[in-house]
Structure formats: structure tokens, C-alpha cells
């Protein structure tokens, strides 16, 4: 299994290749211009690894939530370098990939809410429960404020992700446990790559066309209501 991971959906910007059991990665943060930066570090990996494009399994791609501008570009780039080198494509979402980082960070925590800043007063969130060592979803992924956000009755989770930054207040979640140093993590293509790997082998490799990006909201231009 040969699988390039791409996400540009966050401030980090970053490329993973999947080659087995071997991750090559590469990321950094950028407040914008992510386009300049990710297909540099697509050419970087296959270089390091000695590869062309088209000797790969599949392009994986975070699809979202999170910055329009960037969902975008990911889900272009995975269509078009998929077409280009007649690739399969896996969409993985953003908040599962920040799921499993947790579940990697921490071995013994079994759930974990995910909230990264969804800008306009809100929140990008989903619960996430470990099954067989890697993140599946608990509930739908949903965006709303704050209040918005809560787990089942007497449920009981890690919190992470940098919406637990940006609004203190969940921080008070009933049941919800949140690291400090989980509060600035964000998403990578090194656990997108893992998952996209765990979907192809159950089947989940999708044509070009599949790559699309999703957002959760349904008006990207919803003016703030504060």
C-alpha cells in the first residue's frame, strides 16, 4: 500500500507518503499561502522515497471541516494529481484525523471531542471512540457556537483540538478532560494517510471525481451574528 496524504484544511499545512509501515511527512504552519508550499512538499516526499506519482495506491486528502479557501485547494489538488497519474482517492475528515492523533498520543483514553475554531463565533466538533486502535465516529460531525457542543449523558472524553482554545468555556464540558498542550494541536496528513490506508483495505478507494470537499456549512458567507 502506497498512499500520498494531503491537508491544507488548517494553518498546518502538510504531506505525508504512506509506503507499509514506513511514514515520510512533512509540515509546517503558514497563516496563508498554502499553495505555494504543499506541492513542494508532495515533490520532496516521492523524491525521498525514489517514486513517480503514478507508482502509488491512492492520494488521501483531508476533506474537511475547516478553512473554506483550504478544503478547496486540498480536494482540487487530490482530483486533479489522481486524474493526472490515473489514481484512486480517499477523503478522510479533518476532525477523525485529529481524533486519531489523540488516540495515538494517549493509548488509554478510549473517546475524545474534537473542537477546532470554525471562525464567525463557532465550532467544527464530533466525538470519536477507539475501535480497534483507530478513530471512528461516535455522532455526526457537526459546526455551531459553543453551547452547541456536548457529549451523551454521563459520557466522559478527552477534549482536543484549538476550539477548546478559543472558547475557554468548554473547557467546563461535563465529562470532558482537556490537556493544555491538546488545546494547540491541529490535524495531520501523517494520521490521514493511516486512516486512508485502513479505508482502502476495507475497500474505500474512490474515483477522481469523489474528491470533493465537505464544509458543514451550508452558507460559506453567513455573516457573524456578534
Do not use: K
Not at 12 to 18: F, G, I, Q, R
Not at 66 to 72: A, E, H, K, Q, Y
Not at 86 to 99: E, M, T
Request: charged share 20%; aromatic share 6%.
Amino acid at each position: 500500500m502506497r498512499i500520498l496524504a494531503l491537508d491544507t484544511a488548517t494553518e498546518n499545512c502538510s504531506a505525508a507518503l504512506l509506503l507499509g509501515t514506513r511514514l515520510l511527512t512533512r509540515e509546517a504552519e503558514f497563516a496563508r499561502g498554502h499553495a505555494e508550499h504543499i506541492l513542494p512538499m508532495i515533490d520532496a516526499l516521492l523524491a525521498e522515497a525514489g517514486l513517480g506519482l503514478g507508482e502509488l495506491t491512492a492520494i488521501a486528502f483531508g476533506r474537511g471541516p475547516g478553512s473554506f479557501t483550504g478544503v478547496r485547494l486540498a480536494a482540487s489538488l487530490a482530483q486533479g494529481l489522481s486524474f493526472g497519474a490515473n489514481l484512486s482517492v480517499v477523503p478522510v475528515s479533518n476532525l477523525q484525523a485529529l481524533a486519531q492523533r489523540g488516540f495515538d498520543l494517549d493509548p488509554s483514553i478510549e473517546r475524545v471531542l474534537v473542537c477546532t475554531d470554525a471562525r464567525m463565533q463557532e465550532v467544527y466538533w464530533g466525538c470519536f471512540e477507539r475501535r480497534d486502535g483507530f478513530a471512528a465516529p461516535a455522532g455526526p460531525e457537526q459546526v455551531g457556537p459553543p453551547e452547541s457542543v456536548r457529549l451523551a449523558a454521563g459520557a466522559q472524553a478527552a477534549g482536543l483540538g484549538r476550539g477548546f482554545g478559543a472558547y475557554p468555556r468548554l473547557r467546563e464540558l461535563p465529562g470532558v478532560t482537556v490537556r493544555a498542550s491538546w488545546e494547540r494541536l491541529l490535524p495531520r496528513s501523517a494520521e490521514i494517510a493511516r486512516l486512508a490506508a485502513r479505508e482502502a483495505d476495507a475497500g474505500g478507494l474512490l474515483a477522481p471525481e469523489a474528491a470533493l470537499p465537505v464544509y458543514l456549512r451550508d452558507n460559506v458567507a453567513r455573516p457573524s451574528s456578534s
